[in-house]
Every structure is written in C-alpha cells, then in structure tokens.
Nanobody
Framework: VQLQASGGGLVQAGGSLGLSCSAS????????MGWFRQAPGKEREFVAGINRSGGSTYYADSVKGRFTISRDNAKNTVYLQMSSLKPDDTAVYYC?????????????????????WGQGTQVTVSS
C-alpha cells in the first residue's frame, strides 16, 4: 500500500493551498480517509476525515469553515483544500487510510486507528 501526498509549499497568511493524496495497493473505496498534521514539538493531530463514499466529513474545530476534504474514488485520491491559512497551520500534513468495519459509519480522529500513512508534505504559512 502506498499513499503519496503532494501539494504542500509556502504560502502567506490568508492564502490558500490544495493537497492531494493518491493511493495505490488498496481498495480505496473501502477506506475512510483522513488528513492529520504535525508541527515541530507537537503531537500529530487530526485535521479532517471523509467516509468511504464521500458523503460524510468531519473536521477539527481549528480548521472548520476553512478546510474542505473531498475524495474521488475513481481516481483513488483524497484532497484537502485549505483557505484562510494561518501561521498556526504550519505543519507536515499526512494522509491516512482507515479500514473501518463496514457497519461503523463514524470517522476516526485518533491517529492510532488508521492503518496506512503517507509520507507527509510540508505546509508553511508565513505571517
């Protein structure tokens, strides 16, 4: 299984940036997908998640209203569109895949609950 995140970079505060995560080696539509981030000296934290069909999403309070997660199961790709970026959003962003019980419709927020991880992409927001 491979998750390849891309799209990170340097952006000014108030700007926008889009991340992509391409998956291979798994049945993508069977996995809940999540984005996490980790800033230097801090624990990895949940950012956003999306269920298998894309019909349900969940966001951390810190990004709600500014970030949008989406997925394209035909392209095996999950996206994170970030706007109104703040310096506090600076972190390495990771995508992750969670093969939940098909009858469990919740979106996990714990990193330990995810089965596969991408390599991370750096997002830096300058003030």
């Amino acid at each position: 299984v491979q998750l390849q995140a891309s799209g990170g970079g340097l952006v000014q505060a108030g700007g926008s940036l889009g991340l992509s995560c391409s998956a291979s080696g798994l049945t993508f539509s069977s996995y809940t997908m999540g984005w996490f981030r980790q800033a230097p000296g801090k624990e990895r934290e949940f950012v956003a998640g999306i269920n298998r069909s894309g019909g349900s999403t969940y966001y951390a309070d810190s990004v709600k209203g500014r970030f949008t997660i989406s997925r394209d199961n035909a392209k095996n790709t999950v996206y994170l569109q970030m706007s109104s970026l703040k310096p506090d959003d600076t972190a390495v962003y990771y995508c992750a895949a969670d093969r939940r019980n098909p009858y469990d419709t919740t979106i996990g927020t714990r990193a330990a609950g995810y089965d596969y991880w991408g390599q991370g992409t750096q997002v830096t927001v300058s003030s």
